[in-house]
């Protein structure tokens, strides 16, 4: 009964790998968002989608790349993974664009 | 553009304590305000969320409350707890253009509640 699930919750790969992680929410909400924790544990904000329409770009590498097949999923692509991608990323989601946020757990990842 | 600071950086306090925490925003055009609780190695939790026409939200020990006039919010926390230690995340969320909306985060206070 997971609020929103992320997977997988570790991922270790080596740089120049294409990497995705998946994100679901079953809280019938119309907005998504992926955030990054770097290491100074600062959250900031990546890419947001309302039903299933990308509204925010936040100048991230055009390596990312956010896939929405329906409302309830929004996965993260990563191609050419760098030593510097490395880090926290969290799935979240809101009701509606401006509601409260509820988080996923997070997958930590780290290129070697 | 938003900015989200809060201060203190870490905080050590004995238990029962009563504390502060402070968070301070530059844009007051907000629809909301939410506290976020992160445990190492865990995702964030929510705590409360204010929104932009609120004083304050209570949910047991925790009260915040808001300024948005003055771009402040404090979470106080009654009687503080060894579970209570944690990093304590402000985020405030506003309109960024173009349809959109985003939630800016603080870098957070760590707290650390000693038995």
């Known amino acids: 009964d997971t609020a929103v699930s992320q997977t997988p919750k570790y991922l270790v790969t080596q740089m120049g790998n294409d990497k995705s992680i998946k994100c679901e929410q079953n809280?019938?909400?119309?907005?998504m968002y992926w955030y990054k924790q770097d290491s100074k544990k600062f959250l900031k904000i990546m890419f947001s989608y309302n039903n299933k329409e990308l509204i925010i770009n936040e100048t991230v590498p055009n390596r990312f790349s956010p896939k929405s097949p329906d409302k309830a999923h929004l996965n993260l692509h990563i191609n050419s993974l760098e030593l510097g991608d490395s880090a926290v990323y969290f799935c979240?989601?809101?009701?509606?664009?401006?509601?409260?946020?509820?988080f996923g757990s997070g997958t930590r990842l780290t290129v070697v | 553009k938003q900015e989200v600071t809060q201060i203190p950086a870490a905080l050590s306090v004995p238990e029962g304590e009563n504390l502060v925490l402070n968070c301070s925003f530059t844009d007051s055009a907000i629809y909301n305000l939410q506290w976020f609780r992160q445990d190492p190695g865990k995702g964030l939790t929510s705590l409360l969320l204010i929104q932009s026409s609120q004083r304050e939200q209570t949910s047991g020990r925790l009260n915040a409350s808001l300024d948005k006039s003055s771009g402040r919010s404090t979470l106080y926390i009654a009687a503080s707890q060894p579970g209570d230690s944690a990093t304590y995340l402000c985020?405030?969320?506003?309109?960024?253009?173009?349809?959109?909306?985003?939630?800016?985060f603080g870098k957070g206070t760590k707290l650390s509640v000693i038995p």
């Open positions: 809280l019938g909400h119309d907005t």
């Open positions: 979240a989601s809101s009701r509606t664009p401006d509601a409260g946020y509820t």
């Open positions: 985020a405030v969320h506003g309109y960024s253009g173009a349809g959109s909306y985003q939630l800016t």
